[in-house]
């Protein structure tokens, strides 16, 4: 069964609760996103019965789970909000691997920083806030960014405002940040894969990759050495 949704262990305003309904990291490269599939779930990251749980939940690799929301990570047994944090910290530093100002970039701050930004464009008048309850909560003029970071349970305290209230004004926020960026979920649930058939798939995915990149540098070779040839 589902567990709640998730709650960052660092923050609960209705920015974190959008947020959690995003994927982890938002315009990631394809390249990027293809050297993480062909990780596997990465070495000695996660026990075999975290791999098992979140294949069976349809998760194939670390692309996988990058492109994922927190929201449904935590719907895997044993993965809670602590290990989701996990999870995005382990997948930052394999992105930092070959992504230049990937820490600076895409580290939960930045990204949080960014959404902020991006809802400061969208007027509270937009959010499925009644008048009168904008009035109250001295939103006037404002934008989704002012509402967005402020906490649920402030929020509740108000009486302005019901817990139904937020839920739909986390679900609209969580839409104008996901606008034109697609939040993949996981795949449909398969059978279990055997430790030895994940290290083999994985070995067959990071072949490819070798492989394709040695072709483009095969059909490179060639312009190279016409232009040493035709050099003064």
């Not at 309904?21 to 070495?43: K, M, N, Q, V, Y």
């Not at 001295?138 to 019901?162: H, I, N, Q, W």
């Not at 290290?199 to 995915?205: I, L, N, T």
Request: include cysteine.
């Amino acid at each position: 069964m589902p567990g709640p949704p998730f709650r960052s262990p660092r923050s609960e305003d209705l920015l974190a609760e959008a947020c959690a309904r995003l994927s982890l990291f938002e315009d990631l490269p394809d390249d990027t996103i293809h050297r993480l599939s062909a990780c596997g779930f990465g070495r000695g990251f996660l026990s075999p019965s975290l791999r098992a749980r979140l294949r069976k939940a349809g998760f194939r690799d670390l692309g996988d789970l990058a492109q994922s929301s927190p929201d449904a990570i935590t719907k895997v047994r044993k993965f809670g909000p602590i290990r989701v944090e996990a999870v995005r910290s382990f997948l930052l530093e394999e992105i930092a691997r070959s992504l230049p100002g990937a820490r600076e970039h895409h580290g939960p701050r930045a990204t949080r920083d960014r959404r902020l930004a991006r809802l400061r464009e969208v007027p509270v008048a937009r959010l499925p806030l009644a008048k009168d309850a904008i009035v109250a909560l001295g939103l006037e003029g404002g934008t989704g960014a002012d509402l967005a970071g402020r906490p649920r349970l402030a929020l509740l305290r108000t009486g302005v405002v019901t817990s139904a209230d937020l839920d739909r004004l986390v679900a609209t926020l969580a839409d104008c940040l996901g606008e034109g960026r697609a939040v993949p979920g996981p795949a449909a649930p398969a059978s279990v894969e055997s430790p030895a058939a994940e290290a083999e798939r994985a070995r067959a995915h990071r072949a490819a990759l070798l492989a394709e990149r040695d072709r483009e540098w095969e059909e490179a070779a060639p312009a190279r050495g016409r232009r040493r040839a035709g050099s003064p």
